[in-house]
């Protein structure tokens, strides 16, 4: 807490001289310092906080009908606010809560029997004033954990605005950039309230907006990371959090349209989807929340004047579409995940909803083999491998690279045609082993 004021209170200029002087490893430890702020004043939500302080109370009320709490009144009943926050505790004694430092005489690991704790409430049940006692610990709570988010985005904004020559090293492919980027991830990795959020994804636009050849030129990863944070917000319970997160995500494939010069969004569309199967197994994502986040990415992109007489609203459509293939084919994979010739032909759909993307395609042509050679039938598994090599070969002729592409393969099964007759994109990315 210290560490936050002095860096919400001390001039940019006293700031800025600090970074130019302090050596590579010291600046990288003051976003350690920023992720350790983070990760300790997060926020729990309001719910989790009142269950805190409603137990306390109630381990007070059990300490002073035992006589164990000097000055204690057994006579004094809580009412009204305060028992129903009681009842509501002890419905969920099972809900496990997050650790977190915000207010540590509230939130640390004894708090309900921290001393200093037991005589503020006694205190307080003493004065009849429990309820908006309450009702202010919890704004306290909720305060502390939004200015702090809101005090290391101001660092952010200051750092990459001085250092901007520095980030934009080696097209933004340099360690220094990775360890700002990092910290930017980690306002979605900690739970943040709404409130917050907004300003995360406003910062982050901005960061975008700056940056993008970290995103769409040179290596995946910050991309990929990106695709897959902003997507979990898709999914988040607030109404408001999925419209800013659809928001973004818009943003960020328009920024990825406009680099490439109005060509295509593969960078952001290959990234999206690779994010879509990984959240499938991490957080169960393709309810109604995903559903309706995506159907606003839709209206974003229908309803954007500048880009109407262009094939970006048709990319967008695409990709959601896509997505929505992705989503449907997992849940039925799910449902015969005990049936392997059901689970192949499933695969096997996906992998044609993508042909025109060879690298997705060899993904899922590849995980048809493992589920063949895992079953023992080694012939199947032997003829996907032959499509993918006919894949990369067709791949390779159409960047003038090898002669033959798919009709090397020909005479081994006529069913190679099919990697023929897909359009591939003329950017479509490079597979991962053909450099």
């Known amino acids: 807490m210290c560490f936050l004021h002095i860096m919400k209170t001390i001039s940019y200029e006293t700031l800025i001289a600090y970074w130019q002087r302090a050596p590579s490893p010291e600046v990288s430890d003051f976003f350690s310092i920023l992720d350790v702020c983070l990760q300790n004043f997060r926020y729990l939500g309001k719910r989790n906080i009142i269950r805190k302080i409603a137990a306390a109370f109630k381990f007070v009320q059990s300490t002073q009908n035992n006589g164990t709490l000097k ?42 029997s921290n001393p200093k704790l037991l005589q503020m409430l006694d205190n307080t049940m003493t004065s009849n004033s429990n309820e908006i006692d309450i009702v202010h ?22 750092f990459t605005q001085t250092h901007q020559r520095q980030l934009q090293q080696s097209d933004c492919q340099n360690s220094l950039m990775k360890r700002v980027f990092d910290t930017y991830m980690l306002f979605f990795q900690v739970n943040q309230s709404a409130t917050a959020l907004k300003h995360v994804f406003a910062s982050l ?46 943003f960020f494939m328009r ?56 094939n970006f609203p048709a990319e967008v459509k695409d990709l959601t579409k896509r997505i929505r293939t992705v989503l449907m084919a997992t849940a039925q994979m799910k449902e015969h995940e005990k049936d392997p010739e059901m689970l192949v032909d499933l695969q096997y759909s996906l992998a044609n909803s993508y042909a025109s993307t ?8 590849e995980s048809m083999a493992k589920i063949h050679a895992r079953n023992g039938d080694l012939s199947e598994a032997a003829m996907c491998y032959i499509h993918i090599a006919a ?32 359009p591939y994109n003329e950017v479509r990315p490079k597979l991962s082993h053909v450099q």
Request: glycine residues 6%; contains cysteine.
């Open 71 to 112: 000055g204690s009144n057994p006579s004094c009943q809580t009412s009204g606010l305060l028992s129903q926050w009681m009842h509501s505790t002890s419905s969920h004694e099972g809900h496990k809560q997050h650790r977190s430092q915000t207010l540590p005489i509230i939130r640390g690991k004894n708090a309900l």
């Open 358 to 365: 060879p690298e997705l395609r060899r993904t899922w042509l």
């Open 137 to 158: 610990h919890v704004d306290t709570e909720a305060n502390i954990a939004t200015e702090v988010c809101l005090t290391i985005l101001d660092l952010l904004s200051l």
């Open 391 to 422: 894949l990369i070969a067709e791949y390779l002729k159409r960047r003038g690279m090898f002669s033959m592409g798919w009709p090397a393969f020909l005479s081994i099964t006529p069913n190679i045609k099919e990697e023929g007759d897909t």
């Open 205 to 250: 636009r901005l960061f975008v907006c700056k940056f993008p050849s970290a995103f769409f030129q040179g290596p995946a990863d910050l991309c990929g990371s990106f695709c897959y944070e902003v997507l979990k917000c898709c999914n988040h319970r607030s109404r408001s959090t999925q419209t800013e997160a659809s928001a973004l995500l818009y």
């Open 255 to 310: 920024k990825n349209f406009e680099f490439n010069k109005q060509k295509s969004i593969v960078r952001s569309h290959l990234q999206l989807i690779k994010a879509v199967s990984q959240l499938i197994a991490d957080a169960g994502i393709g309810g109604s929340r995903f559903q309706h986040s995506l159907a606003i990415t839709n209206n974003f992109a229908n309803g954007d004047k500048q880009m109407k007489n262009s």
